[in-house]
Antibody, heavy 121, light 114 residues
Framework: EVQLVESGGGMVQPGGSLRLSCAASGFTFSSYSMNWVRQAPGKGLEWVSY????????YYADSVKGRFTVSRDNAKNSLYLQMNSLRVEDTAVYYC??????????????WGQGTLVTVSS | DIVMTQSPDSLAVSLGERATINCKSS????????????LAWYQQKPGQPPKLLIHWASTRESGVPDRFSGSGSGTDFTLTITGLQAEDVAVYYC??????????FGQGTRLEIK
């Protein structure tokens, strides 16, 4: 069974940093591109970042470019999101999602359960 | 970025009836060389992550009941649920992946039982 399990969320002050992790299992992790998608409380979905299986292509939403860094460790079947200079508007549930495209985000399947990041003073 | 606009924002439908959710893109998401519409639909039940229902505008995912169907082309798309069941209560989102990497979602449509 394909599983994606996020961790690392929590509460942080504006300007702070946080590193999210996503542990993948049930599929050949290195063969798939991965994304982070977020959802602010009670709001809709926003794509955040994309990384190909061998990390050859990486993309970010304009709202996080220069502050967030996506990476992966295929030996550990893990995806990461380093979030720096956090803002109140970054408060959201962050989902790890799999992607079959090697040329930018396509459709997302499956989704992890998500991890909540709260940025507040 | 391509703006995705769903209508209505919410709707209430009786059990067994048909629910229709619309999604309009600010520009065409039809790629002429392969004649594919770069559009997906998701279902998000309360307290759960989204679940992919349909991609390429009308290709249903394995395991998704056939009462869910997607249609449309270019800029106008529809998700239809025929024979609504109580378990279909959710928020539904459309997503365009034509303008990659700047993929965008609709604002969501909340479906309730009347």
């Amino acid at each position: 069974e394909v599983q994606l399990v996020e961790s690392g969320g929590g509460m942080v002050q504006p300007g702070g940093s946080l590193r999210l992790s996503c542990a993948a299992s049930g599929f050949t992790f290195s063969s798939y591109s991965m994304n982070w998608v977020r959802q602010a409380p009670g709001k809709g979905l926003e794509w955040v970042s994309y990384i190909t299986g061998r990390s050859t292509k990486i993309y970010y939403a304009d709202s996080v470019k220069g502050r967030f860094t996506v990476s992966r460790d295929n030996a550990k079947n893990s995806l990461y999101l380093q979030m720096n200079s956090l803002r109140v508007e970054d408060t959201a549930v962050y989902y790890c999602v799999r992607d079959e495209s090697g040329d930018g985000p396509n459709w997302f399947d499956p989704w992890g359960q998500g991890t909540l990041v709260t940025v507040s003073s | 970025d391509i703006v995705m606009t769903q209508s209505p924002d919410s709707l209430a439908v009786s059990l067994g009836e048909r629910a229709t959710i619309n999604c309009k893109s600010s520009q065409s998401v039809l790629y002429s060389p392969n004649n594919k519409n770069y559009l997906a639909w998701y279902q998000q039940k309360p307290g759960q992550p989204p679940k992919l229902l349909i991609h390429w505008a009308s290709t249903r995912e394995s395991g998704v009941p056939d009462r869910f169907s997607g249609s449309g082309s270019g800029t106008d798309f529809t998700l239809t649920i025929t024979g609504l069941q109580a378990e279909d209560v959710a928020v539904y989102y459309c997503q365009q992946y034509y303008d990659t990497p700047s993929t965008t979602f609709g604002q969501g449509t909340r479906l309730e039982i009347k």
